[in-house]
């Protein structure tokens, strides 16, 4: 099942967010807030936290583990970020499955950002991986991200690495063998 039908939503807000990624800036307050209560008004979870007074790697895991209701053996690392976003995305927590989706809002993200950049980087990264998950199994999963610094970039979040199919996915998968195939 598609998680959105061209032609009834191409003019629906969630639709044009996500067009271009599931991460997604926002400078202006009162716009960033506009778009947070639209997702509320049309059934999506809504997850707001306000990043602004992170200073710490704890500090942005402890947040995100109590809003998101992850589990208590959390490991609070990227790692368990991305294991327990998995599960959110399964909806064994976090959100249910009669939610329109989840958004994640997280105002004054510059803040932790100017402070923590790589950390800043890779929850997005990992955010924007597992929208892609929720994608495949026909659910929407957004980030907007509120900066009070209107020139902040980040790395692009998202990108697709070309991987080897499972059954060679392995560097011993991969060896030329040493046996002589029975047709040569």
């Given at each position: 099942m598609a998680a959105f039908d061209l032609e009834r939503d191409a003019n629906r807000l969630d639709f044009r967010l996500m067009?271009?990624?599931?991460?997604?800036?926002f400078w202006r307050s009162h716009l960033f807030a506009e778009a947070v209560d639209w997702m509320r008004e049309h059934g999506y979870t809504?997850?707001?936290?306000?990043?602004?007074?992170?200073?710490t790697d704890d500090d942005l895991h402890s947040a995100i583990a109590a809003?998101?209701?992850?589990?208590d053996y959390y490991g609070r690392n990227l790692d368990a970020l991305n294991d327990c976003m998995r599960d959110v995305v399964a909806h064994a927590y976090g959100t249910?499955?009669?939610?329109?989706?989840?958004?994640?809002?997280f105002a004054g993200y510059d803040a932790f950002?100017?402070?923590?950049?790589?950390t800043a980087q890779a929850v997005l990264e990992i955010l924007a991986d597992q929208a892609r998950?929720?994608?495949?199994?026909?659910?929407?999963?957004?980030?907007?991200?509120?900066?009070?610094?209107p020139r902040i970039t980040f790395e692009p979040v998202g990108a697709s690495p070309v991987l080897w199919n499972p059954a060679?996915?392995?560097?011993?998968?991969?060896?030329?063998s040493s046996v002589p195939h029975p047709l040569a």
């Open positions: 067009l271009h990624g599931a991460v997604t800036l809504i997850v707001q936290l306000d990043a602004s007074a992170w200073t809003a998101l209701d992850f589990p249910t499955e009669d939610a329109t989706g989840l958004l994640l809002a950002t100017r402070g923590r950049p790589r998950c929720a994608m495949l199994t026909g659910h929407r999963m957004l980030c907007l991200v509120q900066s009070n610094d060679e996915w392995l560097d011993a998968k991969r060896q030329p």
